[in-house]
Structure formats: structure tokens, C-alpha cells
């Protein structure tokens, strides 16, 4: 089975501070997913990194793939209040099925 | 832009009792799903659909049966509700794996 585990599971910042969330895994993904969620609502793609070693900007957010593609993440520079948010990434399995990680809830106080 | 369209929203049901979800897109994609959230547990998909009048289990099925009748909709059921069912449901619509997923803003079911 292919687990994918986030970390950490909470972040609590100010505004302004820089930090980075991880995905990780034992297995290998042919593509990997960020979708970030606002509370009542459903998540929303951030970005998709498809190549080993592949980094995307997106604004304040940098995404990178490990060289193996085992592993991902998510690094926001000067966090803003409104990068609030469960932070959720997902792989594409051999199965042909998306699995999804815990998610990170990100609480970033102005 | 409706893009996926869950109802109801909200349901409070008692042990025991039935009800169907119901999951509308209107972007012609093939793929459909149900996942369910819970605390701390990200997204587990229940069931997916790769097309219509197709449907396939995915990793958490049990308790919970599903139908693709038509291409744009895809209906989740339970048919005897059980508290473990309490969770928030979504429906997500994609184009071929693995494509972005389009996700309704989510079903809160709370079983008694």
C-alpha cells in the first residue's frame, strides 16, 4: 500500500515568517498534487509536479519533487493571513488512484 | 460555473436509516469520486467511477454503495447508517488520471 505522510500535521505562525511543509513517502509516484481546502469548502488545486527534481513557483509558494519522486514540498515565503489553510498533497499511485496525505492545517496570525 | 454540485449539505440521520448523496458536474469529464474527510485522516476515497454505468471500490467501500447512471452524476448511498459514517463527504470530478480533481464543496453528515 502507498502511504504518503505530511508533516507537520499543525503549523501556528506569524504573518511574515517563512515555512516549508513536507510530503513523504516510501514509494514512488508517477506525479504529485498540492490542493489547499478553506474551511466549508472543497480543496482546490495549487500545482502539479510531474518530473523528479522538478521545482514550481507560484507567487510566495515553492513547490519541489524529490530527484526520486518519493517525496514533495511546499515552502511559503513571508506567510500572509490569507495562506490560511489545510494544505493536502496527493500522488498519483500505480493503482491509478490519487492518494492523499493527512493535510497540514496552517494558521497564519496576522 | 457549477462546476460539481453536491446536495444536500447538511443531514443528521439516525442509526439504522438510509440516504443518498447525490453529485452533479457539468464538465463532461469520465472520472468521478467520493471521498470522506475526517480529522487528522486527509481524504479516503470510497468509491470512483472511470465512466459511466462503471463503478470500482476504493479504500474505504464498506457500508457504502454508489451508481453512474448518467455521465454528469454519480450517487453515494449508505444503506444502514451507522455513527462511524459521521463525516464530511466529497464528490470530485476529474478528467483521465491523473488529471486535477474538481471538488464539490462537500456533504456534512452527522449519524446519531
Known amino acids: 500500500t502507498q502511504l504518503l505522510e505530511q508533516s507537520p500535521q499543525f503549523l501556528s505562525i506569524q504573518e511574515g515568517e517563512n515555512l516549508t511543509v513536507y510530503c513523504n513517502s516510501s514509494?514512488?509516484?508517477?506525479?504529485l498534487q498540492w490542493y489547499r481546502q478553506e474551511p466549508g469548502e472543497g480543496p482546490v488545486l495549487l500545482v502539479t509536479?510531474?518530473?523528479?527534481?522538478e521545482v514550481k513557483k507560484l507567487k510566495r509558494l515553492t513547490f519541489q519533487f524529490g530527484d526520486a519522486r518519493k517525496d514533495s514540498s511546499l515552502h511559503i515565503t513571508a506567510a500572509q493571513p490569507g495562506d490560511t489553510g489545510l494544505y493536502l498533497c496527493?500522488?498519483?499511485?500505480?493503482?491509478?488512484?490519487?492518494?492523499f496525505g493527512q493535510g497540514t492545517t496552517l494558521q497564519v496570525k496576522p | 460555473n457549477a462546476g460539481v454540485t453536491q446536495t444536500p449539505k447538511f443531514r443528521v440521520l439516525k442509526t439504522g436509516q438510509s440516504m443518498t448523496l447525490l453529485c452533479a458536474q457539468d464538465?463532461?469529464?469520465?472520472?468521478m469520486y467520493w471521498y470522506r474527510q475526517d480529522p487528522g485522516m486527509g481524504l479516503r476515497l470510497i468509491h470512483y467511477?472511470?465512466?459511466?454505468?462503471?463503478?470500482a471500490k476504493g479504500e474505504v467501500p464498506d457500508g457504502y454503495n454508489v451508481s453512474r447512471l448518467k455521465k454528469q452524476n454519480f450517487l453515494l448511498g449508505l444503506e444502514s447508517a451507522a455513527p462511524s459514517q459521521t463525516s464530511v463527504y466529497f464528490c470530485?470530478?476529474?478528467?483521465?488520471?491523473?488529471?486535477?480533481?474538481?471538488f464539490g464543496e462537500g456533504s456534512r453528515l452527522t449519524v446519531l
Open positions: 470530485a470530478s476529474s478528467s483521465p488520471f491523473p488529471g486535477e480533481l474538481f
Open positions: 467511477s472511470v465512466g459511466e454505468g462503471t463503478t
Open positions: 509536479v510531474v518530473t523528479g527534481g
Open positions: 514509494s514512488v509516484f508517477s506525479s
Open positions: 464538465m463532461n469529464h469520465e472520472y
Open positions: 496527493a500522488g498519483a499511485s500505480n493503482t491509478g488512484k490519487l492518494i
